[in-house]
């Protein structure tokens, strides 16, 4: 079964910093799809970054990077020199290509930014 | 434009009556999903359907019921057998036609509180 943990609930950081949020996978899907989404205070859902499971190299997208582990089974992401407006909630979510087409989301990692 | 809509945004319900909530998309999307979040929490997937007329049950879906009658539309009802409804209900589709690295688009949610 598909089973996303994130075992940070909450992260602080210093501006400017970089930022480490930890996502680990279990699937037994060769093929999977890994995401990344912010959520601000509003509630809204705001896509970040993508991670495919045969992608030869890391996913980037600006600041986002995806630290992807295959044999670990680890999808991190890092934000590279944090700025204020990245103090919202942070979820990973995984999708199988074969099945019901599930997507499914961690428990999230709170992430707050000190000026 | 296209998009995903959830109505209303704020819904209260008095114990031990059924209600239901929108979510209309049109972006063409096969896969449609209801999560509930929890404050602080993660998304727990109640139902998904990756087809008009058919539907599956996700990791939390006593108490909850759907239907799948149209492409752009996905009702989610919270009846009197839920037992704790008081949550925000977040709605998304995806293209899931083949490819992995099409991300899921979510509506605003809908915040549901039980007087």
């Known amino acids: 079964a598909q089973k996303i943990t994130q075992t940070q609930p909450g992260m602080f950081v210093q501006e400017k910093e970089a930022v480490t949020l930890d996502c680990t996978y279990d699937?037994?899907?060769?093929?999977?799809?890994l995401f990344w989404y912010k959520q601000p205070s509003s509630g809204e859902m705001i896509f970040l970054i993508y991670?495919?499971?045969?992608?030869?190299q890391n996913a980037t997208e600006g600041r986002y990077s995806l630290n992807f582990q295959k044999a670990r089974k680890s999808a991190n992401l890092v934000i590279s020199a944090s700025q204020l407006g990245d103090s919202a909630m942070y979820f990973c979510a995984m999708r199988e290509i074969q099945g019901a087409q599930k997507l499914v989301f961690g428990q999230g990692t709170r992430l707050t930014i000190n000026p | 434009d296209g998009g995903i809509t959830q109505s209303p945004k704020y819904l209260f319900r008095k114990e031990g009556q059924n209600v239901t909530l929108s979510c209309e998309q049109n972006l063409n999307h096969d896969a449609m999903y209801w999560y509930r979040q929890d404050p602080g929490q993660g998304l727990r997937l109640i139902y998904y359907?990756?087809?008009?007329?058919?539907?599956q049950k996700g990791d939390i879906a006593e108490g909850y019921s759907v239907s799948r009658e149209k492409k752009e539309s996905f009702p989610l009802t919270v009846t009197s057998a839920q037992k704790n409804p008081t949550a925000f209900y977040l709605c998304?589709?995806?293209?899931?036609?083949?490819?992995?690295?099409?991300?899921?688009?979510f509506g605003q949610g809908t915040r549901l509180t039980v007087v």
């Open positions: 991670q495919g499971s045969y992608d030869q």
């Open positions: 699937t037994s899907d060769p093929s999977y799809g």
């Open positions: 998304a589709s995806m293209d899931v036609r083949g490819h992995l690295n099409t991300e899921a688009f």
């Open positions: 359907s990756q087809i008009v007329n058919d539907f």
